[in-house]
């Protein structure tokens, strides 16, 4: 026999059965401004933590109109969104707030027969209207004494006039789809004594229990210098072409605004590891910009620790203050500001002396072996950034030396190695497969490739075909490479990558340094690998005329 779970359920032990819940609601008023314009992702956020916590998602009634509800039209467009039998969300009726309010009232009758059956255990209820589209479904709960866990101001108060059972309750300010899910299922958790851990990072765009890796672990495993690194070069780059427009005769007065941003640049590593690490996008943003700004004095690494430091704090104060039934909009609140502000203090205080010294030492170890042997240092550089990056090495070792070179100067010794070695040897290989390729196939290839190379400083795997379809194409990339960092090296050339090849020389300490390390990559990649294309076409060639007719 079914073990009735409304009247008796309050706070029993969990057992051996998966909880049904059902969603109702709306993209409402305040909601639309709070996630409710983006159901899908809404929806997907919902479902991951059910999931998390061992419950069903048995029915979802989410009506997501074009405009905010407050004032609003019949005639407005809106969708009723459901979600499938594997937990995906998708539209299912598409027309005017009026002609989605009907179908509503169809499906709340058949919801609240389930629920008399028995077949529901508990509600999540979102700007619902206890009114009108949801009355008859959450009358059943309010009869069969269901527990209701929602957000919503005033739609929650007239669901608690009709009688409903209400086990956590919040306003919707200062919350994001992510937190407000935790804390229905939380709510529920707690009522049903259930064993629940959020599920936070990863992606909540896809069906529950399938975000991909890292979805599910602890927040100390989503750290990646890599990956904080790699998302903050806008920033960097930013800063980059301020630096070259500020030269330009006439154009001093961004000087200030480079000096702005480069004390800024903690700020934005801070909040970009912080929303990685904790996974509570809004809240991790907070909290990594309130730690930044006070690790500003740290600098990249001071950033980068509070950050971090920030990331793993806030999903521990959330679960903490919804265990304790803070509302939703003060369990944001609280995260946001103490997630941010105890690493930011820890750093303000303590860490900064240790992490700006870090960061000068690693400038000046830079520095020291340039200055040892300019020419040895150069060369050497040059020749490790192919196996670098195609060991994999570059994104974990090389790109963080970029961007801490550039937060402490604007401009980076590697950043001109990463211009030289790897943009314009790239270029040079693919330009001179487009002047003369082996094949039809491989000019267009090497076309895009080379104009992404000059016009963009990225995607130096264009050439990747050509390297290993010919490993002396490979070692004519060292050559050059080596031949272009040496004269790096000797310049003492500095500037940045991920920039227009043109734009280069002006944001370098040197610009005909610049230029002339370039152009002599350039020159040998091209002049070597076009050599080669046309020897190996005419032995084939060759090849071809003497072979005898078959």
């Known amino acids: 026999m079914k073990e009735e779970s409304t009247a008796a359920g309050d706070a029993s032990p969990q057992l051996e059965r998966v909880r049904t819940v059902a969603v109702l609601g709306s993209s409402g008023g305040n909601l639309r401004s709070h996630g409710g314009d ?51 969300p998708f539209a299912y009726v598409d ?109 909540s765009s896809g069906p529950a229990g399938a975000d991909g890796p890292g979805a599910e672990a602890p927040a100390w495993r989503r750290i990646s210098i890599r990956g904080i690194m790699v998302g903050s070069i806008p920033a960097f780059i930013a800063l980059a072409l301020v630096l070259a427009v500020s030269r330009i005769p006439g154009a001093d007065f961004l000087a200030p605004v480079f000096d702005l941003l480069l004390a800024s640049l903690p700020v934005v590593v801070s909040v970009v590891a912080a929303r990685r690490v904790s996974g509570l ?20 690494l001071g950033g980068l620790v509070s950050g971090i430091l920030a990331g793993l704090v806030a999903p521990t104060i959330i679960r903490w203050t919804l265990a304790r039934r803070f509302p939703a909009t003060t369990a944001n609140i609280v995260t946001g500001a103490f997630a941010g502000l105890v690493p930011g203090l820890l750093v303000y205080f303590a860490l900064a002396p240790f992490t700006s010294l870090l960061g000068d030492w690693v400038k000046a170890g830079i520095e020291s072996a340039v200055d040892f042997s300019p020419l040895l240092a150069g060369a050497l550089a040059g020749l490790a950034m192919w196996p670098a990056i195609i060991g994999g090495v570059y994104h974990s070792v090389i790109l963080p030396l970029v961007l801490l070179e550039m937060g402490e100067k604007g ?28 094949t039809s196939g491989e000019r267009a290839l090497a076309g895009s490739g080379s104009a992404v190379n000059v016009f ?23 050559v050059a490479a080596t031949a ?18 043109f734009v280069a020389p002006f944001i370098s300490t040197t610009t005909w340094g610049m230029v002339l390390a370039m152009a002599v990559a350039f020159a040998i990649a091209f002049a070597a690998t076009l050599v080669l294309n046309i020897v190996v076409t005419r032995k084939r060639q060759d090849d071809a005329v003497e072979a005898p007719p078959v």
């Open 38 to 88: 983006d159901p899908h992702r809404l929806l997907s956020g919902v479902g991951r933590q059910a999931a998390a916590a061992g419950f069903e998602l048995v029915d979802v009634q989410f009506v997501a109109a074009s405009a905010s509800m407050d004032g609003i039209s019949a005639d407005t467009s809106a969708q009723l969104w459901t979600v499938s039998a594997d937990g995906v």
């Open 484 to 501: 272009g960092g040496t004269v790096v090296g000797i310049t003492g050339a500095e500037a940045s990558a991920y920039l227009p090849a």
């Open 411 to 438: 401009h980076s010794f590697f950043g001109a190695i990463d211009m030289v070695s790897l943009v314009m040897v790239s270029f040079g290989i693919t330009l001179a497969n487009v002047v003369r390729s082996r």
């Open 95 to 203: 027309g005017t707030l009026d002609e989605v309010n009907t179908a509503v009232r169809e499906q709340d009758a058949i919801l609240a027969e389930r629920i008399r059956a028995g077949e529901v255990d508990g509600l999540i209820i979102m700007s619902a209207d206890p009114t009108d589209v949801n009355a008859q479904a959450l009358a059943a709960a309010a009869e069969a004494g269901l527990p209701v866990a929602g957000t919503g101001g005033s739609s929650l108060a007239q669901a608690q006039q009709l009688g409903v059972r209400m086990v956590t309750v919040s306003g919707t300010t200062g919350t994001t789809s992510t937190t407000r899910a935790v804390a229905y299922v939380s709510g529920l958790a707690r009522h049903w004594s259930v064993k629940y851990r959020p599920v936070l990072g990863g992606s």
């Open 456 to 478: 963009f400083g990225t995607f130096v795997e264009a050439s990747y075909p050509f390297m290993f379809g010919d490993k002396r194409v490979f070692a004519i990339a060292l």
């Open 281 to 300: 996008d809004e809240v991790g943003v907070v909290a990594g910009a309130l730690a930044g700004i006070l690790a500003q004095e740290g600098g990249i």
